[in-house]
């Protein structure tokens, strides 16, 4: 089956420590995007990439970074410079380079928890 | 500053009945509008969407309104099933910033068998 995975689903780890969110599509789309949402917000952009080898900061890209060497991945790094790393992180993934448009798929979602 | 709010974070329904989610947006260059369904453990699957060159758009039992006048948008559903019983979040996003969709906080929706 066609889908987008993200792993795993939940994510513990000590503060200063990086920690690197998987997220694999097999849906050939183009287009990938990582959204984080924090209680009582909505998702908020933090990086995107519309092509293989290629990405741009978000919203709130400041203390993440990501890679796009296959089109199947997008892994998010959180780096200890990141102030609030505590959050629910989505994945999501297009066809085209539109979050727009309606085949548009997310993943389950990760939450991490730094302690 | 949240630029898309869902100001009602939850909403009981009785089965049958309508059920009608709202969402308000700030950003003028907004135009077009998207609704997603979200269960737990399970992320977010489109809906239904709207242009804002149109001021309804419908779907079988869903049904989109927008106001532009009054940057806001709402959801019906009719007749509401207990099978609808997840999590609406309202996105928007304007086409020059097509690879960004702002999303509102969500509305709980449970519809009483």
């Known amino acids: 089956d066609g889908g987008i995975t993200q792993s795993p689903k939940y994510l513990f780890r000590k503060e200063g420590q990086n920690v690197t969110l998987s997220c694999e599509q097999n849906?050939?789309?183009?287009?990938m995007y990582w959204y984080r949402q924090d209680p009582g917000q909505g998702l908020r952009l933090i990086y995107y990439?519309?092509?293989?080898?290629?990405?741009q900061k978000g919203d709130i890209a400041e203390g993440y970074s990501v890679s796009r060497e296959k089109k199947e991945s997008f892994p998010l790094t959180v780096t200890s410079a990141q102030k609030n790393p505590t959050a629910f992180y989505l994945c999501?993934?297009?066809?085209?380079?539109?979050?727009?448009?309606?085949?548009?798929?997310f993943g389950q979602g990760t939450r991490l928890t730094v302690v | 500053d949240q630029q898309v709010k869902q100001n009602s974070p939850s909403l009981s329904v009785q089965e049958g009945r309508i059920s009608i989610l709202n969402c308000d947006y700030t950003?003028?260059?907004?135009?077009?509008f998207l609704w997603y369904k979200k269960y737990p453990a399970e992320g977010p699957t489109f809906l239904i969407s709207?242009?804002?060159?149109?001021d309804k758009n419908e779907d079988g039992r869903f049904t989109v309104f927008l106001n532009k006048s009054a940057k806001h948008l709402s959801l019906h559903i009719v007749p509401s099933q207990p099978g609808d019983s997840a999590v609406y979040f309202c996105?928007?996003?304007?086409?020059?910033?097509?690879?960004?969709?702002?999303f509102g906080t969500g509305t709980r929706l449970t519809v009483i068998p």
């Open positions: 999501a993934s297009s066809i085209a380079g539109s979050i727009m448009n309606t085949e548009a798929f």
């Open positions: 849906l050939n789309h183009d287009a």
């Open positions: 990439s519309q092509i293989v080898n290629d990405f």
């Open positions: 950003n003028s260059m907004f135009d077009y």
């Open positions: 709207i242009s804002s060159i149109k």
């Open positions: 996105a928007a996003s304007a086409q020059t910033g097509a690879n960004n969709l702002f």
